[in-house]
């Protein structure tokens, strides 16, 4: 079993910044993919940013068009943790941000359709002002 524990989030004004954590606890995730979904008030849950297993060289990471080069997904081996550095933050960036793990995922595009997601954590939210 894996437990995922996201924080980080928080109130901000437009064009600020945040770093999202996503730490792991139960076994390394290091082998694993991972990503970062959000889900906004009377949306659906849609995919962020994900990252091919944080124990490789050359790591290989995808992002969705909306935050593709703000944001910037990363691992930590030794903290056994995945960030989320969020730049230029848009009040259309508010939601609930979680981290997920796909224990059996083998491209970074299967994680673009999180149905193979094995863990979630709880959330963390983030709100945008204008």
């Known amino acids: 079993q894996v437990q995922l524990v996201e924080s980080g989030g928080g109130l901000v004004q437009a064009g600020d910044s945040l770093r999202l954590s996503c730490a792991a606890s139960?076994?390394?995730?290091?082998?694993?993919?991972m990503a970062w979904y959000r889900q906004a008030p009377g949306k659906e849950r849609e995919f962020v940013a994900a990252?091919?297993?944080?124990?490789?060289?050359?790591?290989?990471?995808d992002y969705a068009d909306s935050v593709k080069d703000r944001f910037t997904i990363s691992g930590e081996n030794a903290k056994n943790t995945m960030y989320l550095q969020m730049n230029s933050l848009k009040p259309e960036d508010t939601a609930v941000y979680y981290c997920?793990?796909?224990?059996?995922?083998?491209?970074?595009?299967?994680?673009?359709?999180?149905?193979?997601?094995?863990?979630w954590g709880k959330g963390t939210s983030v709100t945008v002002s204008s």
């Open positions: 997920a793990v796909d224990a059996d995922a083998r491209s970074l595009a299967a994680m673009r359709l999180r149905y193979g997601i094995d863990y």
């Open positions: 990252v091919a297993p944080i124990s490789w060289i050359g790591t290989a990471r």
């Open positions: 139960g076994r390394s995730v290091s082998i694993y993919y």
